[in-house]
């Protein structure tokens, strides 16, 4: 099992910066990938950025490339989200993810272990 706990959202106006951390414990050496998904009032689950355990190799969804950057630091077991230049349609819960195997990165179906959500407010 690993657990997941994520910290640093909070409420930002457009334009804004907020860090995003998740800590990571439990069986972490099984950790393939660790991933950041954020779901909006009344809409999917969507994919926002990935990053490999090992080798460090990131993937970004199109809507945030250039504005987020994600990273890792192995010996705290915690993966990071900045997010800079917010937009209200940043607006969501963000919640970080670990998968066990080579799995899609992508999709929410292909991560094992999930957070309990950080709320992510961005007002215009």
């Known amino acids: 099992q690993v657990q997941l706990v994520e910290s640093g959202g909070g409420l930002v106006q457009a334009g804004g910066s907020l860090r995003l951390s998740c800590a990571a414990s439990?069986?972490?050496?099984?950790?393939?990938?660790m991933g950041w998904f954020r779901q909006a009032p009344g809409k999917e689950r969507e994919f926002v950025a990935a990053?490999?355990?090992?080798?460090?190799?990131?993937f970004y969804a199109d809507s945030v490339k250039g504005r987020f950057t994600i990273s890792r630091d192995n010996a705290k077991n915690t993966v990071y989200l900045q997010m800079n230049s917010l937009k209200p349609e940043d607006t969501a819960v963000y919640y970080c993810?670990?998968?066990?195997?080579?799995?899609?990165?992508?999709?929410?179906?292909?991560?094992?272990?999930w957070g309990q959500g950080t709320q992510v407010t961005v007002s215009s």
């Open positions: 993810a670990a998968a066990g195997s080579g799995s899609y990165y992508g999709t929410p179906f292909g991560y094992d272990y």
């Open positions: 439990g069986r972490t050496f099984s950790i393939y990938t």
């Open positions: 990053i490999r355990w090992s080798g460090g190799r990131t």
